[in-house]
């Protein structure tokens, strides 16, 4: 960037010197003149402002540390705050780990196929007074909102041997919706 601003400053030095009549020929005095000086001067600035603010910029900005906030703790089976919120365990289904924190994580694993392991632990939750959406993409999630808002997902993954289907569940507090 900086020799591209010398480059600039040299052509527009030969400019200014250079007679249009001949093929290149200095003219004397070429800066005596009004409108010669005033040429200088902006010429100047801007050289100067241009090598100021080519010194002083760096291309990649700096950012601030982010500070982490509190790590949420993993529990091995189903942790207090899926039970505190009566996430179910269906029969076949085995809680594996889950996390607690503000949000609510808890996974279980089974050996059903992915669609039966679907159907079983949405009926699970309904049964448990859970409102289940299912997702509109046909895929294997579905909006959970009951004692706390979230989502289910269910994707094929190997925990163990006899495993074929990961269930997970994310809550996290609902919000308020504004009233009219």
Not at 111 to 119: E, I, K, M
Request: hydrophobic share 40%; proline share 8%; net charge positive.
């Amino acid at each position: 960037m900086k020799w591209l601003l010398a480059c600039a400053l040299g052509l527009a030095i030969l400019a200014g010197t250079a007679s249009s009549n001949t093929a290149f020929v200095l003219r004397p005095r070429w800066f005596g003149g009004k409108p010669g000086w005033i040429g200088t001067a902006v010429l100047a600035i801007a050289l100067a402002g241009g090598l100021a603010l080519g010194f002083t910029n760096t291309a990649v900005p700096t950012a601030s540390p982010v500070k982490p906030g509190p790590q949420p703790s993993q529990i091995r089976g189903l942790p207090n705050c899926a039970k505190r919120l009566n996430l179910p365990t269906p029969q076949g289904f085995t809680a594996y780990v889950g996390y607690e924190s503000t949000t609510c994580i808890a996974t279980w694993y089974t050996s059903f196929g992915l669609n039966q392991a679907y159907s079983r632990y949405t009926g699970a939750l309904r049964a448990a007074h859970w409102t289940v959406t299912e997702g509109k993409t046909g895929g294997r999630t579905a909006a959970l909102r009951g004692p706390a808002c979230g989502t289910a997902s269910v994707a094929p993954a190997s925990v163990t041997a006899k495993a074929q289907v990961v269930v997970e569940v994310v809550t996290y507090p609902c919000q308020a919706t504004p009233s009219k």
